[in-house]
């Protein structure tokens, strides 16, 4: 079955410091990749996908993520966060036919210090 | 923008009482799936809807009853609250593009439910 992971609960980073957030998967065939990102009290809104061609998703708000399909990867990576950047952010992989269906990590909460 | 609109956003229930979440959508998208969210879990999905008149399970669905007579609504319905069910619902909606999933989701913004 396919699964995703997150292996940092909780992390803590300084305001204008680099932050990377990890996300492994696992499945049958290369899927579609995302992160999503959640405010407090608000639903998850999609950040970024990978659906193919480029490894490299670089989008707006600074966050970027690559796709390395030798290691099962999909971290996500902002040079320099902002305390607006606090949040919870998840992983998630569905497959490239069927229902839509996605697999989540567990998140990570993710703190900004000034 | 409507959008994903759930409600109630909020509410209490003793066990064994029954109720239903309402999830409406009006972008004319074809899935709709609902989630729950627990502390440490991430989202399980409990049950989608690939159009109107079709449903299947997800990974949690028992407890869970869902309908879809039409492509904008998709009611979760709680038969007997249990306090294991005490949660965060998200409902969410997705297309297709060219006949291919997208795979993008569009959620609501949540139902938060107490079983005392």
């Known amino acids: 079955a396919q699964s995703v992971t997150q292996p940092d609960i909780h992390i803590t980073v300084s305001e204008g410091a680099s932050l990377e957030l990890r996300c492994n998967y696992s499945?049958?065939?290369?899927?579609?990749l995302f992160w999503y990102v959640q405010s407090p009290g608000q639903g998850l809104q999609l950040l970024l996908k990978y659906f193919s061609g480029d490894t490299l998703v670089q989008v707006i708000k600074g966050f970027e993520s690559e796709f390395k399909r030798s290691q099962s990867s999909f971290n996500l990576r902002k040079p320099s966060v902002h305390w607006s950047d606090a949040a919870e952010y998840f992983c998630?992989?569905?497959?490239?036919?069927?229902?839509?269906?996605?697999?989540f990590g567990k998140g990570n909460q993710v703190v900004v210090i000034p | 923008n409507a959008g994903v609109t759930q409600t109630p956003k909020f509410q209490v229930l003793k066990t064994g009482q029954s109720m239903t979440l309402q999830c409406a959508q009006d972008?004319?998208?074809?899935?709709m799936s609902w989630y729950r969210q627990d502390p440490g879990m991430g989202l399980r999905l409990i049950h989608y809807s690939v159009g109107a008149g079709i449903t299947d399970q997800g990974e949690v669905p028992n407890g869970y009853n869902v309908s879809r007579s039409t492509t904008e609504d998709f009611p979760l319905r709680l038969l007997s609250a249990a306090p294991s069910q005490t949660s965060v619902y998200f409902c969410a909606s997705s297309s297709r593009n060219r006949g291919l999933d997208t795979g993008e989701l569009f959620f609501g913004e949540g139902s938060r439910l107490t079983v005392l």
């Open positions: 998630a992989a569905g497959g490239r036919h069927g229902n839509n269906r996605l697999a």
């Open positions: 972008m004319n998208h074809e899935y």
């Open positions: 499945y049958g065939a290369t899927p579609y």
